[in-house]
C-alpha cells in the first residue's frame, strides 16, 4: 500500500486504530485477548503485508510511554499481602515454576540451535504468565475469588516481581558490558540502585504523601501527577542505567502506600490499555514473515513445553503441597501461556544488543500460539478438567489435606458498599434482622474500624471494575451502594451485570435524576437517604402529635367525669 494513500501521521494513526477496532473485534468473536489481534494488526499494518502506513516514530514513542505506565500499574497494585495470605503455595508455586521452566527451556532452545545468550533470553521470556489475561479471563469466569484463583494471582505476583529483577540485571549487564572495566561498572551500578531506593524510601516517607494529600483537592491533578511521576522515574532509571520500565515499576511501589492508590490505579488503566496497543502494534510491524516461517518447527516445539510443561510443573508442587488435584489443575492452566512481559524482556535484549530480530519473531510466535490456546484452555477448563480427572490422581497426595486449612470468602446475605455514616447505620440495622453483612469501603480507616469489630469488610473502589469479581456474589441476595455519586453507582452496576450477579440491586441517589438514571440502568431499589430520612422525621412528628392530641383527648373527658361527679356529690 503506498505511503502517498496516508499523508501525514494523524491520517496514519487513524487508520491503525480503525484497524485495531476491526480486528479487535473479530478476535472478541473468537473468544481472544485483544494482544493477539493488535500484534496481527502490526503484522498487516506492517512492511511484511500492506507496506509501511505505520509512523515508526510516533508509535514508538507511545509503545514506551505505554510501557511505562504498565510497569507503574504493576508497581502501584503490587498486593504484597496476598503473597502473605496465600503464604508458601504463592511463593512455591511461583519461583517453582520460574526456575523449572528457565533450567529445561534452556537445554531445550539449544537443544533447537541457538546461541547461549538468546536461548537464555528465549528461556526466560518463557517463564512469565500474563496477569492481564489471566486476572480478565478468571474475573469473566467469576473464578477470581476461588481458591484456585487466588493462588494463581499470588504466584503471578511472585512471577512479576521476578521479571522486574531480570530486566534490572539485564540493563546493568548491558550497561557495564559496554565498559572494559566491568567490575567497576557492576559497582557502580549498585551504588546507583541503592542510592536511587533510598531516595525514592525517603520521598515515601516524608514527600509524596503530603503531597498527594494537596494534589487530592483536584483528582485529575493527582493522576496527571502520577502520570508525570512514573515517566520521570523512567527517564532516571534509564539515565542511571537501568531501564525505564525498572524506573516505572519503582514509580509505581513509591504511590502504593498512599491512600490515592486504587483512584490512580483505576483511572490509569484504560490509558495504559490504549497505549500498549501502539506496543503491540509496533512488535507485529517488526515481525518478518519470512524468518517467522523459518521458525514455525521450533515455536510449535516451545509453545507445547509452555502449554504442557507449565501447568505440570504447578500441579506436582500444589499436589506435594497437600492440595487436590482440581485445584492444582485449574490453577496450573493458568500459566499456560506466555506473558506481554515477554515479549517486552525479548525487546529489551533486542535494543541491548544481546539478541536478534529472530529470537524476538520467535518468542512473539510462541507468545501468539500459547495465548490463542490457553485462553480456550481456561475458558473450558471444567470440562477438560472432567475428562482428564481419572488420569490426574498421579498429582494428588492419598490425603489432600492442605485445603481444609483454607479459608474462603465469608458468605453475606447482603454486600454494602460505604461504611460511612449512612451506610453504617443501615448496616447495623440489617444485623439487627440477623442478615450477614460484608462491608465494602475506599477508606482503609472504616474498613480497619469494622474489623477491629469482627464485622468482615473488604477494602475496594466500586469504580473498579475488576474488583466486584472478588467478591462472594454467588451467595448474596442483594448488593447495596450507599455511594452518593452517580458515575461510580453506574461502574459498580455495569460490574455486577457483566459478572453475572443473581441477586437484588440496590443504589443510593441524591436527586429524582440520579434516581431514574439509575432504575433505567438495572437497580432494583433506589434508596434517597434526605427524602427517607425527611419522611421517617415527619412520621415521628405525626406521631408525637398524635400522641399529644390522644392526651388532650384523654384528658378532656375524664375532667368533664370529675366535674359531673362533683356536681353529684354537691346537689346544691
Sequence with gaps: MPEAL???????????????????????????????????????AGPSVLGRVIPRDEVDLLAKIGIALLLFVVGLRLDLHLIRTM?????????????????????????????????LYVCVALTFSSTIIIVKLLSDKREIDTLHGRIAVGFLIVQDIVVVLVMIGL?????AGASDQLGYTLLLLLLKGAALLAGIALLMRYVLPSLLHYMARSLELVVLFAIAWALFLAILGDTLGFSKEVGAFLAGISLASTRYREAIGTRLVSLRDFLLLFFFIDLGAQLDLK????????????????????????MVIMGIMGYRKRTGFLAGLTVAQISEFSLILAALGVSLGHIGPEALGLVTLVGLITICLSTYLILYSQPIYQRLAPWLSLFERRVPFREKEEVAAPAADVILFGLGRYGNHLARHLMEQKLKILGVDYDRQLVAAWQREGLPARYGDAEDPEFPATLPLGQAQWVVSTIPQLDVNLSL????????????????????????????????????PFAHAAREAAEILMEETCIEESCLRQEEPQATAEEGEGERKDPG
Design 171 to 175: 540493563s546493568a549487564y548491558g550497561f
Design 6 to 44: 496516508f499523508g501525514n501521521v494523524f491520517q496514519q494513526l487513524v487508520i491503525l486504530l480503525l484497524m485495531a477496532a476491526a480486528i479487535g473485534t473479530f478476535a472478541i468473536l473468537l473468544k481472544q485477548p485483544l494482544i493477539v489481534g493488535y500484534i496481527l494488526v502490526g503484522i498487516l
Design 87 to 119: 503464604g508458601r503455595v504463592a511463593l512455591a508455586t511461583g519461583l517453582g515454576q520460574v526456575i523449572f521452566t528457565s533450567l529445561v527451556g534452556y537445554f531445550l532452545a539449544v537443544a533447537l540451535g541457538m546461541e547461549p545468550v538468546a536461548a
Design 493 to 528: 452496576l455495569d460490574a455486577l451485570q457483566h459478572n453475572g450477579f443473581p441477586g437484588r440491586k440496590a443504589f443510593t441517589a441524591h436527586s429524582r435524576r440520579d434516581a431514574e438514571i439509575l432504575q433505567d440502568s438495572g437497580a432494583d431499589l433506589i434508596l434517597t
Design 291 to 314: 524468518l517467522l516461517g523459518l521458525q514455525i518447527g521450533p515455536s510449535l516445539v516451545l509453545s507445547l513445553f509452555v502449554l504442557v510443561g507449565n501447568p505440570l510443573i504447578v
